[in-house]
């Protein structure tokens, strides 16, 4: 039994790192690209590892997009990115609590109206929201791409519901003897507990808008306002694509992102399984 309970955990190991490898290739090989001439990248003489070290295809990158920098970009991509996240958090919070905890007239219709739009693909909203927006005078701006960030994400206010649900109603009846209303126990008690659920929406949501690219491509129509998902793009026209500059500028683009990760891991695996297993 200890020799087979052995072998089972060398397969399972030698699976897991070959999975793992082929998951991280492409991202590896964007990275090494980043520093090779363009005949290295594609075609004939295209090497995995860079035959001659370059690094200008970083400053290349960075000022290769006319009168603007990169810089310009990232801080777009961060400003819509951040404010979004936080609307985001806030409103899907607010709204999976109400949904989760508070009993009034109407809520299973209400959640059942939530989970349906989460059927829709967004291909069908495009056109109609598109419309609206440009009726109001808001294409061009950020505002698209950051107010319906406070009304509630679906996806995230079910997690979020799920975390609630797991929650003790003690507590909420604790608080209300001592005199707290839903609004204080919403802010003082159940927002608190609902950390490892927060810091999930808030590493996904970010990851989502930072490496979104439809929404900029219809509402930012004004060069100084696109983000990197855009500015990347432009690398490619029809006289070629430029290869080592757009990754490099990828490369850099991973690095928010990863960061982020990096920092709340922990936090987001306990967020993702919070509420999955009830005592």
């Known amino acids: 039994m200890k020799t087979k309970r052995i072998v089972t955990n060398v397969i399972y190991h030698i699976f ?28 004939a003489n295209a090497t995995f590892w860079p035959k001659q070290w370059i690094l200008s295809n970083y400053p290349d990158g960075w000022y290769g997009s006319g009168n603007l920098t990169f810089g310009t970009y990232f801080k777009n991509s961060a400003i819509v990115s951040v404010f979004g996240m936080i609307g985001t958090v806030i409103s899907s919070a607010m709204v999976a609590y109400a949904l989760g905890r508070v009993n009034f007239k109407g809520r299973k219709f209400w959640f ?34 950051l107010l319906p960030r406070f ?4 996806f995230f206010i079910y997690m979020m519901m799920q975390f609630v649900r797991g929650l003790p109603k003690e507590l909420d009846e ?24 927060i810091i999930t929406t808030v590493v996904i949501s970010f990851y989502w808008i930072w490496d979104d690219y439809m929404g900029p491509l219809l509402y930012l129509t004004k060069p100084e306002l696109k983000t990197v998902s855009l500015a ?48």
Do not use: H
């Open 16 to 43: 897991v790192i070959a999975f793992g490898l082929i998951m991280i290739y492409p991202v590896v090989w964007m990275i090494l690209s980043s520093f090779k001439v363009k005949s290295e990248i594609l075609g």
């Open 174 to 197: 604790a608080a209300m003897i001592d005199g707290c209303n839903k609004y204080t126990i919403f802010t003082r008690i159940i927002v608190p507990l609902m950390g490892p659920s």
């Open 112 to 145: 059942t109206a939530m989970i349906m739009t989460m059927l829709l693909p967004g291909q069908v909203l495009m056109i109609p929201q598109y419309i609206i927006w440009n009726s109001l005078g808001a294409v061009g701006t950020f505002i698209p791409l």
């Open 232 to 279: 990347i793009k432009g690398f490619a026209d029809v006289q070629g694509t430029n290869f080592g500059p757009m990754f490099a500028m990828s490369t850099l683009s991973l690095i928010p992102v990863f960061l982020l990760f990096l920092f709340f891991n922990r936090y987001l695996m306990d967020g993702v399984t919070a509420g999955s297993v009830k005592g």
């Open 151 to 154: 009304l509630g994400w679906p």
